[in-house]
T-cell receptor
Framework: AQSVTQLGSHVSVSEGALVLLRCNYS??????LFWYVQYPNQGLQLLLK??????LVKGINGFEAEFKKSETSFHLTKPSAHMSDAAEYFC????????????FGRGTSLIVHP | KAGVTQTPRYLIKTRGQQVTLSCSPI?????VSWYQQTPGQGLQFLFE???????NKGNFPGRFSGRQFSNSRSEMNVSTLELGDSALYLC?????????????FGPGTRLTVL
């Protein structure tokens, strides 16, 4: 069984400020972890993924996430927010074997103020 | 390369009707998954098809069904529509269906049931 908790349905930051979106997971097997972004009226786009290689994962658009097994966390960060980062962000966990079907968190809406 | 195509993009139906949604994956991608996205339940997995066979199935009633054709295009059907079926239906494809493969999402079909 697996589950994902995204802390905070909305996160508001100023342009240029640090972005931190929190994700905690539970999984009965070693997990694969993903962050996706969804812009209005669009599908999800993969930002980055952890598949048991390096624990610090760099993705597109300047985002990165660190897998911390001891904390069962996979928080998403970006040093400096841009207005274009405003979107819905989803964390997902999938088992590293078997079906590979991901379970998604409820999403965090990132609001960027000028 | 062309992305994932979903048709139609918007659909309005009434209760009791049935609906068929279509998904054309990226060329060469043989795994197609369907998800339902609602504000209340978030993203929920419906089913996955791989090489014309249903490989995984989520926890949805039998009114939800799907199929995949030899060219990997997939359709999902919902019979006897209910108000609660109003949602964004997303399809996603992967090249071979492995856990580390990147999943590419289409823009979705917005279904409204009146």
């Amino acid at each position: 069984a697996q589950s994902v908790t995204q802390l905070g349905s909305h996160v508001s930051v100023s342009e240029g400020a640090l972005v931190l979106l929190r994700c905690n997971y539970s999984s009965s097997v070693p997990p694969y972890l993903f962050w996706y972004v969804q812009y209005p009226n669009q599908g999800l786009q993969l930002l980055l993924k952890y598949t048991s290689a390096a624990t610090l994962v760099k993705g597109i658009n300047g985002f990165e996430a660190e897998f911390k097994k001891s904390e069962t966390s996979f928080h998403l960060t970006k040093p400096s927010a841009h207005m274009s980062d405003a979107a819905e962000y989803f964390c997902a966990v999938a088992p590293s074997g078997g079906s590979y079907i991901p379970t998604f968190g409820r999403g965090t809406s990132l609001i960027v103020h000028p | 390369k062309a992305g994932v195509t979903q048709t139609p993009r918007y659909l309005i139906k009434t209760r009791g009707q049935q609906v068929t949604l279509s998904c054309s994956p990226i060329s060469g991608h043989r795994s197609v998954s369907w998800y339902q996205q609602t504000p209340g339940q978030g993203l929920q997995f419906l089913f996955e098809y791989f090489s014309e066979t249903q490989r995984n199935k989520g926890n949805f009633p039998g009114r939800f069904s799907g199929r995949q054709f030899s060219n990997s295009r997939s359709e999902m059907n919902v019979s006897t529509l209910e108000l609660g079926d109003s949602a964004l239906y997303l399809c996603a494809c992967k090249s071979a269906g492995g856990g580390t493969d990147t999943q590419y999402f289409g823009p979705g079909t917005r279904l409204t049931v009146l």
